[in-house]
């Protein structure tokens, strides 16, 4: 019988605070519902999903270099260090996995400076502005990509 394909979710800085503030943005759905419902698609599809918020860049770093020989794709959504950080760029360089990177909100209609992220090179596809359904979206690809 074939492997079950791996699928690593990745949240970053502050996407903990979902559904509980900040609505008008980033809508009324907490990281719970929205994992919640990301492994019901999963086990449709019969991909087995593991779930990683975390606060700090090294954190990040660290759950990435793991989904080298842990994972075969992920979902990314950086947050703010989308913006900032090449060290977490450097780590999913590394990966040799399909990458997706999901914004919740559209970050060409913001400040400038959310406007440039250094993963999107590096990504298969980015999706932005669609809330939520940017993950089930995203899933969906890596579903394809991966069979
Ligand atoms: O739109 C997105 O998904 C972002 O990655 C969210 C980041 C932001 O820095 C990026 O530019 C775009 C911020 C996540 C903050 O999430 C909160 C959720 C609820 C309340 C406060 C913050």
Redo the contacts with the bound molecule.
Sequence with gaps: MARKRKVTLIN????????????E??GSQTLADIEAGLREQAEQLSIELDCFQDNSEGALVSKIQSCETESDGVII???????TSIAIRDALEYLSHPIIE??????FQ??EF?AHSFVSELAAGVI??LGPK?YSLALDALDEMLN
């Design positions: 970053g800085p502050n996407l903990n605070l979902l559904g509980k503030r900040s609505p943005i980033y959504n950086p947050g703010a260090y989308s913006h999901v914004h919740l909100s559209n970050i913001r400040e959310r932005c502005g940017g």
